[in-house]
């Protein structure tokens, strides 16, 4: 018997565009999923028509050039003096908005209208020189009567505590040359201080604002953060009252509108210490004073350690004093700097009582009974950490 003979199985050298373990030793691989495939299945295949969808992109939003209109004064009172009398008009379209005002809400110095034009909105005052709470002023070539036209906001509703506009008060004036006789009454020469009646405390207007890095404008943005100074400035608008001097006698921080709120920082206190940066090494100070009816300050901005809402309110009790009474430990502006307490009114005299409390040692100034008072807040203000940009 022969031997059988083994035939070596190798795989022949492969070849471009085969695969390998190909069979067919040298000629190109058919393509199963090709012409055989399809007429195995006995019918063509059709192509996708599925694609991926295209994302659109957000359309750019055009920037569109915003500016706060802010109300101008409208021309709505005119007033004619007469020589025992005034006549004064005013227009129920008060503020220029094109919405009448109640006329129930108008008075010149508590006086009602006299008259009433209902087709030209307008309201008609006539009173005798000496009435609607006015008060006269005597200088060296005039006499002067002063009157205050009124507008107290209305309830919108009945029974609904909200209104649409504000209060006002116009100041108007009768001028009249000393050598006439005005008046059929005789003049006392011991005539009353404007300053002294209810009539000027009404006539002061507070007012708590944030300011520019150069004290020039008002600050558009409640925005800081932290390690930025907030400026503020404290004033007060006195029309026909003698010249006076404001004052700040306590400000509070809060994280929620309220002088009492909680958490709070006081970092103005013991009427008129500026303690934040004896409390904290901050640079907070007073500012040199340039304008008695101005008082500026700045404050290093900051948050409260529990709370997340990263707003501030700060709320100031404002006072003003007669300009000719001076300083004392009851009206003040201090400051500490330097290791020293100073005054924004360059008598350090009276910043003394600071590291203790400051309590009056002399009499009252005679203004003190007319003094007035007021609460202003400014908020809510936010402050971010740097790295939130």
């Known amino acids: 018997h022969s031997s059988p003979v083994f035939t070596p199985l190798y795989f022949p050298h492969q070849f471009p565009g085969e695969t390998p373990f190909s069979t067919n030793y040298g000629r190109p691989a058919q393509d199963v999923s090709g012409v055989q495939a399809k007429e195995m299945m006995g019918s ?24 706060i209109h802010y109300p101008l004064p409208s021309d709505s009172v005119a007033a004619l003096c007469g020589e025992n009398s005034i006549y004064v008009e005013v227009k129920e379209d008060f503020f220029g908005t094109g919405k009448p005002l ?50 107290t906001p209305q309830e919108a509703t009945h029974n609904r505590p ?71 400035e404290a004033a007060v608008v006195t029309y026909h009252h003698i010249p006076l001097r404001i004052f700040i006698d306590q400000c509070v921080a809060t994280s929620v509108p309220g002088f009492h709120a909680v958490p709070g920082y006081s970092f103005i206190e ?52 007669a300009v000719y009474s001076s300083t004392s430990v009851e009206n003040k502006a201090c400051s500490f700097t330097d290791n020293r307490w100073v005054s924004a009114d360059e008598d350090d005299r009276v910043c003394g009582c600071c590291e203790s409390t400051c309590v009056a040692t002399r009499a009252s100034d005679p203004f003190s009974k007319a003094q007035r008072w007021d609460t202003a807040t400014i908020g809510p203000i936010s402050v971010k950490n740097f790295a939130q940009m």
Request: hydrophobic share 40%; with cysteine; aromatic share 12%.
């Open 44 to 67: 063509p295949l059709t192509s996708l028509k599925w694609k991926f969808p295209i994302v659109l992109e957000d359309p750019q939003r055009p920037e569109i050039p915003f500016e």
């Open 162 to 232: 909200i209104v649409r506009s504000r209060a006002a008060i116009v100041g108007i004036e009768c001028h009249y040359p000393r050598a006439w006789n005005v008046s059929s009454g005789s003049m006392l020469s011991s005539w009353i201080p404007y300053a002294s009646t209810s009539i000027a405390e009404d006539l002061l207007v507070f007012s708590l604002r944030l300011m520019t890095d150069d004290w020039r404008f008002e600050r558009t943005s409640n925005q800081y953060f932290l390690g930025d100074f907030m400026n503020f």
């Open 102 to 151: 109640m006329s129930s809400g108008f008075s010149l110095g508590g006086c009602a209208p006299t008259g009433e034009d209902p087709l030209a909105n307008v309201l008609a005052f006539e009173y005798d020189l000496h009435d609607c709470a006015s008060t006269s002023v005597m200088t060296d070539r005039e006499l002067v009567y002063l009157f205050s036209l009124i507008y």
């Open 270 to 321: 013991n009427k008129g210490c500026l303690v934040d940066a004896r409390l904290t090494g901050s640079g907070s100070m007073f500012m040199p004073r340039t304008e008695m009816d101005k008082l500026q300050f700045r404050l290093e901005s900051f948050r409260f350690q529990e709370d997340t809402s990263e707003t501030v309110y700060i709320t100031c009790v404002l006072k003003v004093a």
